[in-house]
């Protein structure tokens, strides 16, 4: 945790000049500044279903938030942003989380902060609640 959880899950091999965020020039204070700017009324994190219990725990998780505040030289839009991935904790005899590990795809993510349209088309047009991102 010494990078900071937001530059942890962000991380990434894409060149930097591709990168609309770039967790190798992010501090631990900046990381959570930018996310706090860009979500003030918080960016929460949603267990959705629990698939398996200790001591190997995988569940759907799906975290959020309004962007009513700029990120990173892009304008607020007020729409949803939004990632959804499974997750899994190992944990020991005392419940104690001991390693995990996360299934997510952060670009999908990102791209919801370049535009409110940009979020809108990442899913392609679907009567299925998941395809729409619902």
């Known amino acids: 945790m010494a990078i900071g959880g937001y530059n942890a899950f962000l991380a990434t091999t894409l060149p930097p000049e591709h990168r609309i965020y770039d967790p190798d020039k992010e501090s631990v204070e900046s990381a959570t ?6 979500f003030p009324r918080g960016f ?10 200790p001591p190997r725990i995988a569940f759907k998780f799906r975290h959020w938030g309004y962007m009513e505040g700029p990120f990173k ?13 499974v997750c899994i904790f190992h944990v020991d005899e005392e419940m104690k ?27 392609p047009a679907s009567g299925c609640p998941v395809m729409r991102g619902n």
């Open 97 to 123: 989380v001991a390693k995990v590990e996360y299934f997510y795809e952060r670009g999908n993510f990102l791209a919801g902060f370049l535009s409110a349209s940009a979020s809108a088309t990442t899913a």
């Open 44 to 53: 929460a994190i949603e267990v959705l279903d629990v698939y398996s219990g």
């Open 73 to 85: 030289g892009h304008p607020p839009h007020g729409q949803r942003v939004e990632f959804f991935g």
């Open 33 to 38: 500044s930018t996310f706090l700017t860009a």
